[in-house]
């Protein structure tokens, strides 16, 4: 897929062709969560404005509102016990050139994703840069994927902290957390029932705070079930 989406012009058939798929299903505004610098050379301004271009020559061609997240993945600036902060702060200065290069193009805000082995306190930086351009904060947290329980919802909170206008999944702030009691984190330490009460608590105070920033959560069953929860169906889906 890879070698695929790095031919000529094959960006530009991808965007119109999935356009085209939205239209017909009666969808009249998407976003496009995309990496700009994912599977580039040297990860630069310049290179990401030339992916995305693509794609938006492609998506321009159908009666669709589209729009551009930039969804950067964490995985690439290390993890909790060793951060590059070095590669972070070089990605705010090209993240920034590419919100000046792009101008043309409808970049409406910054994600976050993929494995949590980041904090997010980590991008704060490139955050408040992004909000100074005027864009928005689209992160995911809390999808369970941090080596605690506690460390992901230490996400959640800074997430809500740095005015994050959505919280990408942050089930961790609704779903049920009886199915960990009796098993190790990803540090080998024990969910016993006074941690899984203690967590509980923290819990509810994150799910208050959400409540009362405005953050609107995203919820993605699909993507949940497919992933490592648990959920065998959608009635198993916390959201109720």
């Known amino acids: 897929t890879g070698y695929l989406v790095s031919l000529p012009n094959v960006k530009t058939q991808i965007g119109e062709a999935i356009c085209r798929s939205f239209q017909n299903d009666?969808?009249?505004?998407?976003?496009?969560?995309?990496?700009?610098?994912?599977?580039?050379?040297?990860?630069?301004?310049?290179?990401?404005?030339?992916?995305?271009?693509?794609?938006?020559?492609?998506?321009?061609?159908?009666?669709?509102?589209?729009?551009?997240?930039?969804?950067?993945?964490?995985?690439?600036?290390?993890?909790?016990?060793?951060?590059?902060?070095?590669?972070?702060?070089?990605?705010?200065?090209?993240?920034?050139?590419?919100?000046?290069?792009?101008?043309?193009?409808?970049?409406?805000?910054?994600?976050?994703?993929?494995?949590?082995?980041?904090?997010?306190?980590?991008?704060?930086?490139?955050?408040?840069?992004?909000?100074?351009?005027?864009?928005?904060?689209?992160?995911?947290?809390?999808?369970?994927?941090?080596?605690?329980?506690?460390?992901?919802?230490?996400?959640?909170?800074?997430?809500?902290?740095?005015?994050?206008d959505r919280l990408g999944h942050a089930i961790l702030a609704y779903m049920s957390l009886d199915a960990h009691l009796g098993k190790a984190d990803f540090r080998g330490n024990v969910y016993n029932a006074n941690r899984i009460e203690r967590l509980k608590s923290r819990q509810d105070e994150v799910l208050g705070q959400i409540k009362e920033s405005g953050s609107v959560v995203e919820v993605c069953p699909t993507s949940n079930l497919s992933a490592h929860l648990g959920l065998r169906s959608y009635e198993d889906h916390p959201v109720g």
Not at 91 to 96: D, F, I, R, Y
Not at 122 to 146: K, M, Q, Y
């Open 26 to 164: 009666g969808i009249r505004y998407v976003e496009w969560r995309v990496d700009p610098f994912s599977s580039t050379q040297n990860e630069t301004a310049e290179e990401g404005l030339e992916k995305l271009s693509e794609y938006y020559e492609g998506m321009k061609r159908v009666d669709v509102d589209s729009r551009f997240v930039m969804s950067i993945s964490k995985r690439r600036y290390g993890n909790d016990r060793n951060v590059n902060y070095k590669k972070i702060e070089s990605l705010g200065m090209e993240v920034e050139r590419l919100i000046s290069l792009g101008k043309g193009l409808p970049i409406v805000g910054i994600d976050f994703s993929n494995a949590e082995t980041v904090p997010i306190s980590a991008f704060v930086d490139v955050i408040s840069l992004v909000r100074r351009n005027g864009l928005g904060i689209v992160p995911h947290v809390g999808e369970c994927t941090t080596y605690t329980l506690e460390e992901g919802f230490d996400d959640i909170e800074a997430a809500i902290s740095f005015g994050s």
